[in-house]
């Protein structure tokens, strides 16, 4: 091993040595910034090689940015040296596309799909928005106005798992309980044995969020016909897979 790597390691405090240490099983390491968990992972990686019987490639690393698996690469070849480059270090979108890409057959797509970039998902929302009718959320001034906050709820839903059908009847029965609930109905003024001003405006804001439901559901089913994924998709699909295929998920974990 690196004489590197035995610098770098004296130089841990007491929970960053165990860390590196605990090589059998999981470990989470719960730290801000600037801490050093780009520092423990590398050395923790290097503690593996050296102490087991498994093999650079089959070792997996994955972080959230090109920038970090930069960062990764550059520590880890300081560690070990020239072992690290058949380390596979990844974005865990571009190592979810792999997979995929690898076994859409199991996802029933037809080809690999294509993931959408920022530009073709500005033209897919506005093509879904132009060629359906929309009340409330394509003012005519400018069709794209909600762009950014539609691709917000859209990403929060599929991180829930949230299908656009749950979605659309969880509005529905939200608004049939506020219809039914006796404290909806008012009991003075004018208003006197109809819905109250408040309980109305929030009804009002639930059909507005029926037509979010059905944009998603137009959104999922045009891209599934065009052969489509979004950034969204990539990480869904991947979990799907783990889930489906047991020859996926044995290969992960080799």
């Known amino acids: 091993m690196e004489k590197k790597f035995k610098e770098e390691y004296a130089k841990l405090n007491k929970e960053q040595k165990l860390a590196v240490d605990t090589i059998e099983g999981p470990v989470m390491v719960v730290a801000g910034p600037g801490t050093g968990k780009t520092q423990v992972l590398a050395?923790?990686?290097?503690?593996?090689l050296e102490k087991t019987q498994a093999g650079p490639d089959g070792i997996?690393?994955?972080?959230?940015?090109?920038?970090?698996?930069?960062?990764?690469?550059?520590?880890?070849?300081?560690?070990?040296?020239?072992?690290?480059?058949?380390?596979?270090?990844?974005?865990?979108?571009?190592?979810?596309?792999?997979?995929?890409?690898?076994?859409?057959?199991?996802?029933?797509f037809n080809s690999p799909p294509k993931v959408l970039d920022e530009k073709e998902s500005v033209s897919f929302f506005d093509k879904i928005l132009n060629e359906n009718d929309f009340e409330h959320i394509t003012p005519r001034a400018d069709t794209a106005?909600?762009?950014?906050?539609?691709?917000?709820?859209?990403?929060?839903?599929?991180?829930?798992?949230?299908?656009?059908?749950d979605f659309s009847e969880s509005i529905k029965k939200e608004i049939k309980n506020l219809e039914k609930d006796p404290e909806s109905i008012s009991s003075r003024g004018e208003g006197k044995g109809g819905l109250k001003k408040e309980v109305e405006k929030k009804i009002e804001g639930l059909a507005r969020s029926q037509e979010v439901a059905k944009f998603y559901e137009l959104y999922e089913t045009g891209k599934r016909e065009n052969n489509f994924l979004d950034y969204d998709d990539v990480l869904e699909n991947l979990v799907k897979l783990v889930q489906a295929s047991d020859d996926v998920a044995s290969e992960i974990r080799e």
Do not use: W
């Open 145 to 165: 106005r909600y762009y950014r906050d539609l691709k917000s709820i859209i990403s929060f839903l599929k991180r829930e798992q949230i299908s656009p059908s």
């Open 60 to 108: 997996l690393c994955l972080t959230f940015t090109n920038a970090g698996v930069s960062a990764m690469r550059d520590r880890l070849s300081k560690y070990i040296g020239p072992t690290a480059s058949k380390v596979l270090i990844s974005t865990f979108h571009k190592f979810g596309l792999k997979v995929i890409e690898e076994n859409y057959a199991t996802l029933d």
């Open 43 to 48: 050395l923790r990686i290097g503690n593996i």
